[in-house]
């Protein structure tokens, strides 16, 4: 049997979950449910909220603005996320929702944006940030959302970093240029993978990081990449190498 559910549509919801409850949604979400997916009451939806797991529920009305489901079995319990912070420098706005929605795909638990010297974007719409984490979550069957973070400033970053945390810092001009012998045989522990701006880190930053303990220095090969392009490459390599992949 496959291992998720992926013919019956997921929603996230706020509301504590529980057998018997109910639960009202939001206009979208009716809308959603009841016009795009023609979905009508007794059909049956997968409901988590982050905390309380995955579970059955039967639409239980499907007229807006009175839309509801009918809480039934509790179909997977909540799994703890894989503790993965994805630091990055902020892109614009449709190659921003691709990372978002990759990001958690690749189990990171927690996106932060960091201005950079470089960076060409300094505004960072976290609603929508939000928004696209969802949609990736109820697509692909995910438990939880990961934390969104307001932008932080790259020195404040540093400053407020817990060294036990290993930073994985992606840099085109790192010396071991094979990256998976970079990462192998590092035991598993909280992580942290940074991809800074298209421009690239300013010297000074590049800098600061490498005084900063417990980092790596990858290159992720002969090619330069784009930052979408880099942060999927980064945090795959990462996970299978010393994430929860393994």
Request: glycine residues 6%; charged residues 25%.
């Amino acid at each position: 049997m496959p291992r998720y559910d992926f013919r019956s549509p997921r929603l996230y919801v706020e509301a504590a979950l529980a057998e018997g409850a109910t639960v009202a949604l939001d206009t979208a979400q009716a809308h959603y449910l009841g016009t795009v997916l023609r979905r009508k009451s007794g059909d049956r939806v997968l409901v988590f909220n982050g905390r309380d797991g995955e579970w059955s529920a039967t639409v239980a009305a499907s007229k807006r603005p009175a839309a509801a489901l009918r809480v039934g079995a509790k179909t997977r319990a909540q799994s703890a996320p894989a503790d993965l912070h994805y630091w990055f420098a902020p892109l614009k706005a449709a190659r921003l929702d691709y990372v978002v929605q990759k990001a958690v795909e690749m189990g990171a638990s927690r996106l932060q944006p960091v201005l950079t010297r470089h960076g060409q974007v300094t505004r960072v719409n976290t609603e929508r940030m939000r928004a696209n984490a969802i949609e990736a979550a109820e697509q692909c069957g995910i438990l939880a959302l990961p934390d969104i973070e307001p932008p932080l400033a790259f020195a404040r970053l540093l400053a407020a970093r817990d060294p036990a945390r290993r930073l994985v810092f992606c840099d085109e001009d790192a010396e071991v240029t094979d990256p998976t012998a970079a990462l192998s045989g590092l035991p598993r522990s909280p992580l942290a993978v940074l991809i800074g701006p298209e421009g690239g880190f300013a010297e000074d930053e590049r800098a600061a990081l490498l005084r900063q303990p417990n980092v790596i220095r990858l290159s992720l090969g002969p090619r330069i990449l784009r930052a979408d392009t880099a942060a999927v490459a980064a945090l795959a390599l990462v996970q299978a190498v010393i994430g929860d992949w393994r």
